[in-house]
């Protein structure tokens, strides 16, 4: 199997690269992280590609080498929050829609036409998309439509499996910056493990950890003036 990951030079992405080349699945590590890229590279199985996922450009000259792959996982993010709502920042919101969002549809273009038929396609969101959160404005925006977007291609896509990834609180250097309390939050290796086995097994949506993501689901049948109630109070 060809796997190809992006985001791989930090956190989820780079013990998910880790795992699949011990399981002997032939990596393609992407990122821009030079250094991180090189230290990955030393591992059996696992090819790099450094490129700019804001990058149409870059992305395809990077990745012009590779003529096809079994699975690709869409990874890369980033996260700022936004800390004056009332002076919006439309600058940090634009960073993040980029990188997020954006930088997904690239992936698709340069990406998608390289997948097997038959083959799996994995998009990262997460479960911020379940309720609205506060200061998650750019964030949540920007993971609703990823999760908008993979569930639009598991339609439109006849030959590729599409599977949605919403991870809850993952402990990488992305979260460690942090300044509130992230409940049953998991390591980077925990969550490749729940990754790795919901997208052997094909499913449509893979989120955990369960615990957490289930009280999120269920949160999200409250009438919005209550639960809006209930995040100004998280606010505060």
């Not at 339609?155 to 942090?178: A, E, Q, R, S």
Request: net charge positive.
């Amino acid at each position: 199997m060809i796997t190809l990951i992006t985001g791989a030079t930090s956190g989820i992405g780079e013990q998910l690269a880790i795992k699949y080349a011990e399981q002997g699945d032939t990596v393609i590590a992407c990122g821009r992280n030079s250094e991180k890229l090189a230290e990955l590279a030393k591992h059996n199985n696992i090819q790099t590609c450094q490129f700019d996922a804001t990058n149409l450009q870059q992305i395809k000259s990077a990745t012009i080498g590779f003529a096809h792959f079994d699975r690709v996982i869409l990874n890369a993010g980033n996260c700022e929050y936004v800390d004056d709502a009332r002076n919006f920042d439309s600058a940090l919101f634009e960073r993040v829609i980029s990188v997020n969002l954006l930088a997904m549809g690239y992936c698709l273009e340069a990406l998608l036409p390289k997948i097997n038929s038959g083959g799996q396609l994995v998009l990262v969101s997460s479960s911020v998309t379940y309720l609205a959160l506060p200061r998650s404005e750019a964030y949540g925006a920007s993971k609703a439509g990823v999760s908008y977007l993979a569930k639009s291609l598991a339609i439109d896509l006849n030959d590729v499996d599409v599977t949605l990834v919403h991870p809850g609180f993952v402990k990488t250097p992305l979260t460690n910056k942090n300044d509130f309390p992230m409940p049953m939050a998991v390591t980077a290796q925990k969550a490749a493990d729940y990754m790795i086995k919901g997208i052997h097994k094909r499913r449509k949506e893979v989120h955990f950890p369960y615990r957490f993501t289930l009280i999120l689901k269920a949160l999200r049948i409250l009438p919005l003036p209550l639960w809006l109630k209930i995040a100004k109070g998280l606010a505060r």
